[in-house]
């Protein structure tokens, strides 16, 4: 079945560490997208990605780091610049037709970071 | 900038009724899409529908349907005949016709009572 995979589902990590979560797609799907969800905010684009080799920060980049290797990759970097990483981090993909709005998002289950 | 307001944190239905989950949103374009996203207790985000701006005619997929008032720029979900597993967390969601930045509301929860 073509989908989204997040890995790990859950992370805990230490103060001051670098952390990455996966977020692999066999959708062949052009764009990538990376939120955060915190409760009471919704969700908020960290980082984006319309083609390989290139992405752009999104609302809330600080603390974060990306790259886009592969179209099926799209790994992000919780780094410890990032002051409040504790959070629900949802993965998220579509196809880039080139008219937006034609672009609806296929989401992954998630990954939860918490920071101990 | 856009933005996007849920104003209901929380609402609740009991089953086979019908609930209305409000948004509305604020830009300076004229051409842009509208969707709600159901996201149940296993946090994955679904989509349940989607207007394009320029579509007068209001979406409808079976039990759900949206009431989209360009004028008033209010996009809100009507949910008919509802299920316990429509409980969930309903996001209202803008893009863009010129970006591909989706932007969310806080959510609504809605819990479906038997």
């Not at chain 2, 609402?11 to 996203?37: G, H, I, K, P």
């Not at chain 2, 759900?64 to 597993?85: E, P, R, Y």
Request: one cysteine or more; glycine letters at 6%.
């Amino acid at each position: 079945d073509g989908g989204i995979t997040q890995s790990p589902k859950y992370l805990f990590r230490k103060e001051g560490q670098n952390v990455t979560l996966s977020c692999e797609q066999n959708l062949n799907h052009d764009a990538m997208y990376w939120y955060r969800q915190d409760p009471g905010q919704g969700l908020r684009l960290i980082y984006y990605s319309q083609i390989v080799n290139d992405f752009q920060k999104g609302d809330i980049a600080e603390g974060y780091s990306v790259s886009r290797e592969k179209k099926e990759s799209f790994p992000l970097t919780v780094t410890s610049a990032q002051k409040n990483p504790t959070a629900f981090y949802l993965c998220a993909s579509s196809i880039n037709t080139g008219r937006a709005g034609a672009n609806v998002l296929t989401f992954g289950a998630g990954s939860r970071l918490t920071v101990l | 900038a856009q933005t996007v307001t849920q104003s209901q944190p929380e609402m609740s239905v009991q089953e086979a009724e019908t609930v209305t989950l409000s948004c509305t949103y604020d830009t300076s374009e004229s051409n842009y899409y509208l969707f709600w996203y159901k996201q149940p207790p296993s946090r994955q985000m679904i989509l349940v529908i989607r207007q394009e701006a320029y579509k007068q005619q209001n979406a409808t997929e079976n039990r759900f349907s949206v009431n989209f008032q360009k004028a008033a720029k209010s996009f809100s979900l009507k949910i008919s005949d509802s299920q316990l597993g429509d409980t969930a967390m309903y996001f209202c969601a803008f893009l863009s016709h010129n970006t591909d930045k989706l932007i969310f509301g806080t959510g609504t929860r809605l819990q479906v009572f038997p």
